[in-house]
C-alpha cells in the first residue's frame, strides 16, 4: 500500500465490548478488545487480518467491553500492551486481565504523544468513571482520525484537541427519552446521564458540530446501547444537527453506522 496515511477498521463499538484496528506499512495496532480472544480473531479475519501480525494493543479504560480479550491476546502473541498508570494499578490491582510479562507492560500518560513506528498517537483524557480514561488522536501525513466514546461531557479542551479532524468515531450512546423510559434501576440511568456517563446522540451530535472542520469527511456513530437506543434514530440525530448547523451531510462527509460483532471494511484515510 502506498506510504500516506493510514488504514482502519472499527471491528466492534457497543456497549458489549469495542475493538479498533489501526495500521500502517510499519505498525498493526489494537486499542481496546473488549471482546474474547476468539472474537477478535473472528473480527479481524473478515478484514482479511490475524492476530499474530498485531504489533501492541493500546487499552483507553479498565472496563470489561474495552480490555476482555486483551491478556488472553497479549499472551498467546506475545504483544506489547499500553496504558496509563493509573489504568495499570487498577487492572493489576483486580487481576483484570491476568499476568503479563513486565517487558510487554509499557506506560501511555495522558495528555502525551507516543510515535509508534510511521504514526503518531496523542492521548487525551475524557470524563468517565473509569481510573484515569483517556481515547486517542491517530496522526500520519497531515491525515489525522479520532475515537472518542466513553465521555459523559465534552470539554472547550477536549473539543479543541479533537478539532477537524479527516475521520471520527463519536459516542451515541442513548436517546435520553428511551433512557428515562426504559427498565434500567434509577442509579444507573443517573450514572449513564451523569458527566461521567456516556454521550446521548444529541450530545455526540452537538459535539460533532464544535469540532469537525473542512477536512473531515467521516464521522461513525460508536458505543450504541442496545437497550437505550436505536440505529436508526442516532443516525438520523446526527445527520438533522449537522444539516441544521449546514454541514455538507452526504457531499462533503458521510455518516456511518457501526456494530457490535460485526466488523467495518478496511478504510484508508
Known amino acids: 500500500m502506498s506510504d500516506k496515511g493510514f488504514k482502519y477498521s472499527i471491528l466492534a463499538s457497543g456497549s458489549t465490548g469495542n475493538s479498533f484496528y489501526l495500521e500502517t506499512p510499519q505498525k498493526r495496532l489494537l ?3 473488549g471482546l474474547t480472544g476468539k472474537k477478535i480473531t473472528s473480527l479481524l479475519a473478515e478484514i482479511d487480518r490475524k492476530p499474530e501480525d498485531l504489533d501492541a ?10 480490555i476482555k480479550g486483551v491478556g488472553v491476546l497479549a499472551r498467546k502473541y506475545h504483544l506489547d500492551v499500553y496504558a496509563n498508570e493509573n489504568t495499570w494499578k487498577i487492572i ?5 486481565i491476568g499476568k503479563l510479562d513486565v517487558a510487554q507492560k509499557h506506560i501511555f500518560e495522558r495528555g502525551k504523544t507516543k510515535t509508534f513506528g510511521d504514526i503518531d498517537i496523542e492521548s487525551f483524557g475524557v470524563s468517565h468513571d473509569a481510573a484515569d480514561p483517556q481515547f486517542y488522536r491517530f ?13 459523559g461531557y465534552v470539554s472547550d479542551r477536549m473539543a479543541g484537541l479533537i478539532e477537524n479532524a479527516d475521520g471520527y468515531l463519536i459516542e451515541s450512546n442513548h ?8 427498565g434500567y434501576p434509577w442509579s444507573l440511568k443517573q450514572r449513564i446521564l451523569s458527566d461521567k456517563g456516556h454521550l446521548s446522540n444529541e450530545d455526540g451530535a452537538q459535539t ?17 446501547s442496545k ?3 436505536i440505529k436508526e434514530l442516532a443516525h438520523m440525530t446526527m445527520e438533522n444537527n449537522l444539516m441544521q448547523a449546514d454541514f455538507g451531510v452526504g457531499s462533503d462527509m458521510m455518516v456511518y ?11 484508508k484515510i
Open 31 to 33: 486499542i481496546d478488545a
Open 57 to 66: 494493543i493500546l487499552i483507553t479504560h479498565e472496563h470489561s467491553d474495552h
Open 92 to 96: 493489576d490491582d483486580r487481576n483484570m
Open 139 to 151: 496522526m500520519k501525513d497531515d491525515k489525522s482520525f479520532v475515537m472518542l466514546t466513553d465521555t
Open 175 to 182: 436517546d435520553i427519552e428511551i433512557l428515562r423510559s426504559g
Open 208 to 224: 460533532m458540530i464544535r469540532t469537525i472542520g473542512n477536512k473531515t469527511k467521516k464521522i461513525y456513530l460508536g458505543h450504541l
Open 227 to 229: 437497550e437505550n437506543n
Open 257 to 267: 453506522d457501526t456494530s457490535p460483532d460485526e466488523a467495518l471494511p478496511l478504510t
